[in-house]
């Protein structure tokens, strides 16, 4: 949702990206679907997504694996280094904060 409202606020605080998207707002309200005019650098957008999409697609099944394993990786990692600080805070903070209080009242 936040990702959706930022992009809105990117296209629609800037004055040109806000000019294309009135155009095709109005073109969408009083045209069908196949008559609404293609962005500007749309040609360069779907060249460089079918070029990423064919990288993709003739990746090697063991290249495939190593990223999925680096993705992995990279959660288990996140994932270790939250337990520590919650382990830190349950185990460590709230006992010396306790014994904080304990001691000066």
Same mark, same amino acid.
């Given at each position: ?23 095709? $707002? ?20 779907? /060249? ?5 999409? @064919? ?6 099944? @063991?290249?495939?694996? @190593?990223? $999925?394993? /680096? ?8 994932? !270790? ?14 006992? $010396?904060?306790? $014994?904080?209080?304990? !001691?000066?009242?």
């Amino acid at each position: 949702m936040f990702r959706a409202v930022y992009e809105s606020f990117e296209i629609l605080s800037a004055p040109e990206k806000r000019e294309v998207y009135d155009a095709l $707002l109005a073109a969408t309200a009083n045209a069908s679907r196949e008559q609404v005019p293609a962005p500007p650098n749309y040609a360069e957008w779907t /060249e460089s997504a079918k070029k990423q999409a @064919d990288e993709y697609a003739a990746m090697s099944f @063991d290249r495939f694996s @190593d990223k $999925l394993g /680096e993705i992995f990786a990279t959660a288990y990692i996140m994932t !270790l280094r939250v337990s520590v600080i919650v382990f830190a805070i349950l185990y460590v903070a709230i006992p $010396l904060f306790a $014994l904080y209080l304990v !001691l000066t009242f």
